[in-house]
């Protein structure tokens, strides 16, 4: 029998710490913190592939100062605004046309076709009933001379007012309209007598805005003489 006293039996190390061996005893040392590089490598990774992106934000190669402001869609093109649209739209226009007081010219030559006319006829057939009614036609063709109009121009269409008499064409009524030397006339084409119910407007001095709506209201039918 020995005089050296028993041990007490020693603890057995667990499975997973004898597998690591000496190596699991040290202490763990922290981990660097990442690079720029790291952290530009690492946001790259999570942005969905095929997407563009806006530029980082920032300077020049800081990458700690970058940032992810979402994609940019492809193609996309301002649009315009409303009170750009609104811009677009052509102002009201409305001007008086006298024909007989704004030029003598026009004054002299519808007098001379009024009066010469049933002068003419008489003259020729000594018969005072026909050159009567011939003076009758001339004069109910080229009345509207005589007397002052007031045209307009606006969303709704064209207005000429007469004597009191309003008369209003909507555009949605116009499918042609033809450009001439001193005037334009409006027209139905197709239309029973489409040259006795369309509408001759004359320039005076608005041809450049008169034209610029027409043409922005009927923008397919424009003709010419």
Known sequence: MSDDPQKPPQPEAPPEAAAAGPAAAAPSEPSPPPTASGSTAT??????????????????????TEAYVGPVSVGSAPRASGSALRAATPVPIAWRSWPVIDSVWELLGLSTVVVGVPAVVWSSSNNLPVAVACGLVAAFTVWKNYVPTTYEINALGVTSRTLGRS?????ISIDRFIVGRK????????APLEFLRGLYIPWGRHREQILSSLRYYLPHAEDSE
Not at 183 to 190: A, E, M, N, P
């Open 43 to 64: 946001a790259a990774l999570s942005q969905p592939s095929g997407v563009p992106f806006a530029q980082p934000t920032g300077n020049a190669g800081d990458g700690l």
């Open 167 to 171: 008369r209003r064409i909507p555009w």
């Open 183 to 190: 005037g334009v006339f409006l027209t139905s084409s197709g």
